[in-house]
């Protein structure tokens, strides 16, 4: 229920060696996976080196540059049984200067970019993956949203956080159109987790999840992983909320008890 034996994953955003993306390919490797690793920055082929795994750099953001990348997993890997959109957030290549700000100060240049990088990423992955995916009995595509648009939101942040909640319109939207050819389409949303990007600011708010810290990159991954087994095979259009509970509570301040 749980073996990838045979199956052959693409996963995005792995430069990180404390990323989502990295620990997502760990995962589907433990589980018997192949898999084809890409980020934006050459940092991808220390991380290919340490998953003994093929790999290569992209502008996920290019069209051009996506049908390349695909052809050359389904050259190293034999075909794609699925594919991992983690790519997204702030690239350390090409900076989201000015992507945190009120709608005021959010120029179009930056709200496009941010779209770009966050959301059209994972549908050019996804439409140059899919013709290949679809000759397999059956095939996964997982998307590495947020809590942050489809669920909650950050003062200033309203490009980041409007990419991230069109991104589970894409989930639903491709969980039907796919249903037909078995390929089951779903995201997680993290909420706070504890990667090398992680600001001051991310980690004081962590604190205050009524689990009392961030999530972990495994943590995610393990839920990534799972939604590409074939004991998630009945699950499509979803969206897992990973956040420790974060989004629940309408108390944050509590009267003191005594």
């Not at 073996?3 to 060696?17: E, P, Y």
Request: glycine letters at 8%.
């Amino acid at each position: 229920m749980f073996n990838l034996s045979g199956k052959r994953f693409l996963i995005t955003g792995t430069g990180s060696s404390n990323g989502i993306g990295f620990a997502s390919a760990r995962a589907l490797q433990s589980l018997g996976a192949q898999v084809f690793i890409t980020s934006l920055s050459d940092r991808v082929n220390q991380r290919a080196t340490e998953l003994n795994c093929p790999g290569a750099s992209a502008d996920l953001t290019d069209e051009n540059a996506v049908q390349g990348l695909i052809a050359l997993a389904v050259k190293e890997l034999g075909g794609i049984d699925g594919v991992v959109n983690n790519a997204g957030m702030t690239s350390i290549v090409d900076s989201a200067q000015g992507e945190f700000a009120s709608i005021d100060d959010t120029s179009l240049a930056t709200w496009r970019k941010s779209f770009a990088r966050n959301l059209d990423s994972a549908f050019l992955v996804t439409k140059a993956a899919l013709p290949y995916i679809r000759k397999n009995p059956w095939g996964r595509v997982v998307m590495v949203s947020s809590a942050t648009g489809p669920l909650m939101a950050i003062r200033n942040d309203v490009a980041y956080a409007s990419a991230k909640a069109a991104m589970i319109g894409l989930v639903r939207g491709l969980a039907l159109d796919e249903a037909p050819n078995a390929i089951t389409v779903n995201a997680i949303a993290p909420g706070w987790v504890a990667t090398e990007s992680q600001t001051p600011s991310e980690a004081l708010h962590s604190a205050a999840t009524p689990l009392g810290r961030a999530g972990t990159p495994d943590e995610m991954a393990s839920a990534v992983a799972w939604l590409c087994t074939p004991g998630a095979a009945y699950v499509t259009g979803q969206m897992i909320v990973i956040d420790g509970a974060n989004s629940l509570p309408e108390q944050r301040f509590l009267p003191p008890t005594n």
